[in-house]
């Protein structure tokens, strides 16, 4: 996670821990499906704060929404990728 921190503090200057986080653990693992639910849980915050989360992650390029149902889901992008190297 440290590697994938000093990567994106040079991209994006602004970008939140639980942001940081939800990356890294994509960067290691390109199946994961993120659901704003989810992320509010895992990290304890309101689900608008983590729907913002998890969309900022989207307009950088780093992940993709899709609707999947009734809900939108958050996948990883190729940008995503090279953080884990």
């Known amino acids: 996670m440290s590697a994938a921190r000093?990567?994106?503090?040079?991209?994006?200057?602004?970008i939140?821990?639980?942001?940081?986080?939800?990356?890294?653990?994509?960067?290691?693992?390109?199946?994961l499906t993120w659901i704003a639910q989810s992320v509010a849980r895992?990290?304890?915050?309101?689900?608008p704060t983590a729907r913002r989360d998890l969309d900022d992650l989207a307009g950088r390029g780093w992940l993709k929404r899709r609707r999947e149902g009734r809900r939108f889901v958050w996948r990883a992008t190729n940008g995503v990728r090279g953080l884990a190297e």
């Open 6 to 14: 000093r990567r994106l503090d040079v991209a994006s200057g602004e």
């Open 16 to 31: 939140s821990g639980r942001q940081i986080a939800v990356l890294s653990a994509t960067a290691k693992d390109h199946t």
């Open 42 to 47: 895992q990290f304890s915050v309101t689900l």
